[in-house]
């Protein structure tokens, strides 16, 4: 059974860092597609970033040079570092999976079988 837990959410300020994590279990994690997710209240869910393969990242355009995701497989877990986050970034984050052997990974949540149950970012200013 694919499990995701998400963990590292709280509360940080603007120009802050704060690093979530995703421990994968119940699959073969190291050729999965990962990617993180957010929603805020009363918005649609949006990709934030991917990763594939160790090297394959994509990111949304207003968070590049500022949020990092990264694997170890060792751990089963990937991670995504957000530097420098901003008040409008507040929101519920999720980590998702798509362990189909020829995944292509991106920002479309369609793409992604399995969730966890989400970690809350809150950025002050």
């Known amino acids: 059974q694919v499990q995701l837990v998400e963990s590292g959410g709280g509360s940080v300020q603007a120009g802050g860092s704060l690093r979530l994590s995703c421990a994968a279990s119940?699959?073969?994690?190291?050729?999965?597609?990962m990617g993180w997710f957010r929603q805020a209240p009363g918005k649609e869910r949006e990709g934030v970033a991917s990763?594939?393969?160790?090297?394959?990242?994509t990111y949304l355009d207003s968070v590049k040079g500022r949020f990092t995701v990264s694997q170890d497989n060792a751990k089963n877990t990937f991670y995504l570092e957000m530097n420098n986050p901003k008040p409008e970034e507040s929101a519920m984050y999720y980590c998702?999976?798509?362990?189909?052997?020829?995944?292509?990974?991106?920002?479309?949540?369609?793409?992604?079988?399995?969730w966890g149950q989400g970690t809350q970012v809150t950025v002050s200013s």
């Open positions: 998702a999976a798509d362990i189909r052997v020829f995944c292509s990974g991106g920002l479309a949540a369609q793409m992604y079988s399995y």
């Open positions: 990763i594939h393969r160790v090297r394959t990242t």
């Open positions: 119940g699959y073969t994690y190291s050729g999965a597609c």
